[in-house]
């Protein structure tokens, strides 16, 4: 089996208030097989959406290429905005070599309440998904439980991007189950009725759009 691990520690600015939370990224960050217009950095797989979504959401120009200015040029949004990223799968074992969050086995899971406690001007965590098997908000869950700490999350809106809260230490926490940046949660975004009233409005509005739409108030 492949040994899946994340090639990146987690990236949090001193003046964090926000934590992006996702699972791994594609194996050839792992491998380090690259691809030209792959960021070397999180989130920076050419086929992820995340920073065309904020690259559009905060006018950035980002580069999409394998350069240290790239990479650069994404920290400095992170340490601008105050926002970190720590995924919370540490490895995972896969039969096939993909990016398929469902192909993830014997998953090991990054303390992410440690972090927390760490981090003590984190308010918001940011899952790129949600408590779909192998998503990160059902991962944290996960985390939780295997704690075995009184922690529960609490259901402020279950309508999409769902927001819970739960309390670390007397402190208040939110977590939002953002829309995933990827094209496989393209088909979920089409059902949705949102979507289908915008797009009926406006012929051109798209998924990249919606997930513009959606992430503005949270970034």
Same mark, same amino acid.
């Given at each position: /089996?492949?040994?899946?691990?994340?090639?990146?520690?987690?990236? &949090?600015?001193?003046?964090?208030?926000?934590?992006?939370?996702?699972?791994?990224?594609?194996?050839?960050?792992?491998?380090?097989?690259? $691809?030209? %217009? %792959?960021?070397?950095?999180?989130?920076?797989?050419?086929?992820?959406?995340?920073?065309?979504?904020?690259?559009?959401?905060?006018?950035? @120009?980002? $580069?999409?290429?394998?350069?240290?200015?790239?990479?650069?040029?994404?920290?400095?949004?992170?340490?601008?905005?105050? &926002?970190? *990223?720590?995924?919370?799968?540490?490895?995972?074992?896969?039969?096939?070599?993909?990016?398929?969050?469902?192909? /993830? #086995? +014997?998953?090991?899971?990054?303390?992410?309440?440690?972090?927390?406690?760490?981090? +003590?001007? *984190?308010?918001?965590?940011?899952?790129?998904?949600?408590?779909?098997?192998?998503?990160?908000?059902?991962?944290?869950?996960?985390?939780?439980? %295997? !704690?075995?700490?009184?922690?529960?999350?609490?259901?402020?809106?279950?309508?999409?991007?769902?927001?819970? #809260?739960?309390? !670390?230490?007397?402190?208040? *926490? @939110?977590?939002?189950?953002?829309?995933?940046?990827?094209?496989?949660? @393209?088909?979920?975004?089409?059902? /949705?009725?949102?979507? $289908?009233? *915008?797009?009926?409005?406006?012929?051109?509005f798209n998924t990249i759009d919606f997930r513009i739409l959606q992430y503005k108030g949270y970034f």
């Open positions: /089996m492949f040994h899946h691990t994340h090639p990146y520690e987690p990236f &949090i600015p001193e003046n964090a208030t926000k934590l992006i939370v996702g699972t791994l990224p594609p194996p050839r960050f792992t491998t380090g097989a690259l $691809k030209p %217009d %792959d960021v070397n950095f999180c989130y920076g797989s050419r086929d992820g959406l995340l920073w065309p979504v904020l690259d559009k959401l905060f006018d950035l @120009n980002l $580069k999409y290429e394998n350069t240290e200015e790239a990479i650069l040029q994404r920290k400095r949004f992170l340490e601008k905005r105050g &926002i970190g *990223i720590c995924d919370v799968v540490e490895s995972s074992r896969r039969d096939k070599i993909d990016a398929s969050d469902l192909g /993830m #086995q +014997l998953v090991e899971l990054r303390d992410i309440i440690g972090i927390l406690r760490i981090n +003590l001007n *984190i308010n918001t965590l940011l899952f790129t998904g949600g408590n779909s098997k192998n998503g990160p908000e059902y991962f944290f869950r996960r985390h939780l439980k %295997d !704690l075995e700490e009184d922690i529960k999350l609490k259901v402020i809106s279950n309508e999409v991007p769902r927001v819970h #809260q739960f309390v !670390l230490d007397g402190r208040l *926490i @939110n977590t939002v189950s953002l829309t995933a940046p990827s094209g496989s949660a @393209n088909r979920a975004i089409g059902s /949705m009725d949102l979507y $289908k009233s *915008i797009k009926t409005k406006n012929p051109e």
